[in-house]
């Protein structure tokens, strides 16, 4: 039957609508159709699937510290001459600042629904973005290689200690073929649960978090049952003191452990954009990051401490301690433990920020999954695990180098949205080019400007002590060394100004408002 009503004129896209709580999304006639910046994983959440809690940001959190880099992060700080308590503080006072710009840059996620390399967009432009977010991409990945060889290596040491003989075990590469096979099976594990997509880590995490805790906790009191008490080091005095021989260390220590989570301060909004609304994405970081982070470090120490006092000796690697053990009950605890704690914080801290970037840089042919597969390739081929051999090349050279870059996209990030836009987006043109932020071919000079200005100021001094690393000791900019030590400060600070001088008023074009709740 033939319709009776004259087709009328099409009907243009519709504005996007805020609910009660400022959230927007994509009216259906808005949504972008373009392949070379759009597709199912970089369009906004729907308002129905942002359904993350308090909860959820928390056991993320919980389930993302509690892992083996994080408790050797108090080790290496001693390691360099601090006592428990300076090593515990400088942890504690990183964790604050970081959470800064970490809920800053979170709060797009919840009110937009995009994810870290769409937010980038705004201020560096439809491809300039691919510039910070193929970045943090390869900083993922090289975590990605880190975690999980410490996770294969920590699942080999147990096993072995179960299986007696397994590290005997012919040798391929300079390793025995068995940490190989623990190292692949890990890293295929990793895989399976992203490959799977966001809900199910969200699930994961949600019981991954308290398992990990009970397990730090299972080892605190098991330590402290065999020393009868923590021992001696807890009283053993700092080799730094509080003088002039501690600032020149804690300095560039403090910026290394703001390097460690610096990572996650920039591309955060991949996960608020689930979140239910801002008051679950900040209550559950507050909650989560800085008092975890602090805890488990002070954890790190009492453990530690008793180790002394059983064995003799300091024993800051938990797998190694544990592995002192003839129960095999609780070598296979431990063994589920490590696993459990080094997913966690693998497949949500590494995989799901480069598999996001990497969509970025071709939506075509590059979804989700696809992305968090070149990931898991592209983190084994680059053999990161050497940058742990010191702790000087890891927290000097390594945390040290990566704060400093992110800290400056993380500067243009919040100027570009705080303080320019003043948290307004047209959420259509970050899809679109020819829109708002299409910039100059898809490119935003200031924000490139600010960042190579800003990296080389944060960087640009880079320098290591003779033999301990890959910089001249003089620094690599000589007059810049004195800023190195303070990299991720002076790259957040120096991009975040000069961006904004750069922008003005007149250099940014303001999107429109969606009504009263559009802020």
């Given at each position: ?15 996007p ?5 400022g ?18 994983d ?34 290496g ?53 691919n ?35 397994w ?12 940490l190989?096979?623990c ?80 990572t ?8 608020t ?37 059983v ?57 989700f ?7 898991g ?9 050497k ?20 800290g400056?996209?993380a500067?243009?990030?919040i ?34 400007a ?20 890959p ?10 060394k ?15 100004v000069?961006?904004?001088?750069l ?17």
């Open positions: 039957m033939t319709s009776t009503v004259p087709p009328g004129p099409p009907v243009p896209p519709q504005d609508i805020p609910d009660a709580s959230r927007i999304e994509l009216a259906p006639g808005a949504v972008p159709t373009d392949n070379r910046f759009v597709n199912e970089l369009l906004p959440v729907p308002l129905e699937r942002r359904r993350w809690t308090t909860y959820n940001f928390t056991a993320l959190w919980v389930g993302m510290a509690h892992n083996i880099p994080s408790w050797l992060l108090a080790s700080l001693v390691a360099l001459g601090m006592d428990w308590k300076q090593a515990v503080f400088t942890i504690a006072l990183a964790n604050l600042i970081v959470l800064g710009p970490m809920l800053l840059t979170g709060h797009a996620g919840p009110k937009y629904g995009i994810p870290f390399p769409v937010l980038a967009r705004a201020s560096f432009g439809l491809r300039g973005a510039l910070p977010a193929l970045i943090r991409a390869a900083v993922a990945c090289a975590w990605f290689g880190i975690q999980t060889w410490i996770g294969g290596v920590g699942i080999f040491t147990l096993l072995g200690k179960i299986f007696g003989g590290a005997k075990a012919s040798e391929i590469g300079g390793q025995p073929w068995t190989w096979l190292f692949i099976l890990f890293w295929a594990l990793e895989l399976a649960i992203i490959y799977r997509g966001m809900d199910a880590l969200r699930r994961f995490e949600n019981w991954a978090a308290p398992f990990v805790i009970v397990g730090a906790v299972v080892l605190l009191v098991w330590v402290a049952v065999k020393a009868g008490g923590f021992g001696p080091l807890l009283d053993q005095p700092s080799k730094l003191g509080w003088g002039k021989e501690f600032w020149p260390v804690f300095f560039p220590s403090l910026m290394g452990m703001i390097a460690f989570w610096a996650l301060s920039l591309n955060i909004p991949d996960f954009r689930f979140g239910a609304g801002q008051r679950a994405q900040i209550r559950g970081q507050s909650l989560g990051l800085p008092t975890t982070m602090t805890l488990f470090a002070l954890l790190s120490v009492l453990v530690t401490s008793g180790s002394q006092a064995y003799g000796e300091a024993i800051w690697d938990p797998v190694q301690l544990v592995a002192r053990t003839d129960n095999v009950f609780g070598l296979l605890y431990a063994l589920v433990t490590v696993l459990v704690a080094t997913v966690s914080v693998n497949i949500a801290a590494n995989v799901v920020s480069p598999a996001y970037d990497l969509a970025n840089l071709a939506p075509r042919f590059i979804n999954r696809t992305g968090a597969l070149i990931t390739v592209v983190g084994v081929l680059i053999m990161p695990w940058l742990t051999e010191t702790p000087e090349l890891y927290i000097f050279t390594w945390l040290g180098l990566v704060g400093g870059l992110l400056t996209v500067g243009i990030l100027a570009d949205y705080w303080i320019v836009r003043r948290t307004v987006l047209d959420l259509a043109d970050l899809y679109r080019p020819g829109g708002r932020y299409w910039y100059t071919n898809g490119w935003n000079w200031r924000a490139v600010a960042f190579i200005v800003g990296g080389v100021l944060a960087i640009g001094g880079s320098h290591s002590a003779p033999g301990a690393g910089f001249p000791a003089g620094g690599l900019i000589p007059f810049l004195p800023l190195a030590d303070y990299g991720w400060a002076v790259g957040l600070a120096s991009s975040l000069l961006y904004v001088l922008s003005g008023r007149s250099g940014v074009t303001p999107a429109r408002t969606y009504g009263p709740a559009g802020r």
